[in-house]
């Protein structure tokens, strides 16, 4: 028996991605494979973090079976993530499966099974772990109705991005504004490294201590926050980067600060 589904591929973000190019990052996309169709993420360069943010929907998926053999076990999705070459092909980075939340014609789209929560996936190259996606998947049969009954996609829009959907509130994780900041004390003694050694690098004229910071939007639940990924890089003549080596900080947990609750204080006080 035939049955008619949309596919809706939540593509958030992905962490601690190959680094595919010689300057230690690559410019990756994602793309999501079920049945007979395909669909790509847009590119995003320079990153192993990439935040996609974006939704892809597969039209007129036909699968056939009994409904209920597709609602508890549905087909496989396939998703590859690629860095995108300026000259030639695009370079294979790893793999990896999921399977998607199913709600037939006749369910209610609300909690707990919808809207879906995004996971972790396990990207794979070969036998080795090459980072993770955080994605959901979600496959809607479309009924007697049409498309007309299928749930809404709850926003947010973004103009600048066109044709570009984002993923959907309540899918979506609330972000709140973070302060990052990164102190160094300074550089090793590298100077076996090149014949001018890292001493020309970025961190020239900070042997006591470098403070950088950066305001940035991160989730709220901590359990979703990127790693933070750390380049050196000497710098040589004409603008040239060579990268020395990289490091990846994979929780800042142990690293947040939380200002005081000042009505707590208070309460202290006089209580």
Avoid at 71 to 81: A, K
Avoid at 174 to 190: C, F, H, I, N
Avoid at 217 to 243: K, S
Wanted: hydrophobic share 35%.
């Amino acid at each position: 028996e035939k049955q008619v589904f949309q596919l809706r591929a939540h593509m958030y973000q992905a962490r601690s991605l190959f680094a595919a190019d010689s300057s230690g990052l690559s410019d990756p996309f994602a793309r999501v494979f079920f049945i007979s169709q395909s669909q790509c993420t847009e590119v995003l360069n320079e990153t192993l973090c990439p935040t996609w943010d974006q939704l892809l929907v597969f039209d007129n998926v036909e699968l056939y079976g009994e409904a209920h053999e597709m609602r508890d076990d549905p087909p496989i999705i396939v998703i590859e993530i690629y860095d995108q070459d300026t000259v030639g092909k695009a370079d294979f980075m790893g793999r990896t499966f999921a399977k998607p939340v199913v709600k037939m014609s006749d369910e209610q789209y609300s909690p707990p099974r919808f809207p879906p929560q995004l996971e972790y996936y396990q990207i794979y190259r070969g036998n080795s772990t090459a980072g993770d996606l955080l994605a959901a998947f979600e496959l809607l049969q479309i009924g007697p109705g049409g498309k007309s009954d299928l749930p809404p996609i709850d926003g947010p829009t973004d103009m600048d991005r066109g044709p570009i959907l984002p993923v959907p509130l309540g899918i979506r994780p609330v972000l709140s504004r973070y302060r990052v900041e990164v102190k160094s004390p300074g550089a090793p003694d590298s100077s076996s490294y090149g014949a001018a050694g890292p001493a020309h690098g970025w961190w020239k004229g900070c042997r006591d201590l470098c403070l950088r910071h950066k305001a940035q939007d991160l989730p709220e639940n901590e359990l979703l926050h990127p790693p933070l990924n750390i380049r050196v890089v000497d710098c040589r003549a004409f603008g040239r980067y060579t990268l020395v080596g990289s490091h990846a900080v994979s929780s800042l947990r142990k690293f947040i600060y939380r200002p005081p609750d000042k009505k707590a204080q208070h309460w202290n006080m006089t209580g």
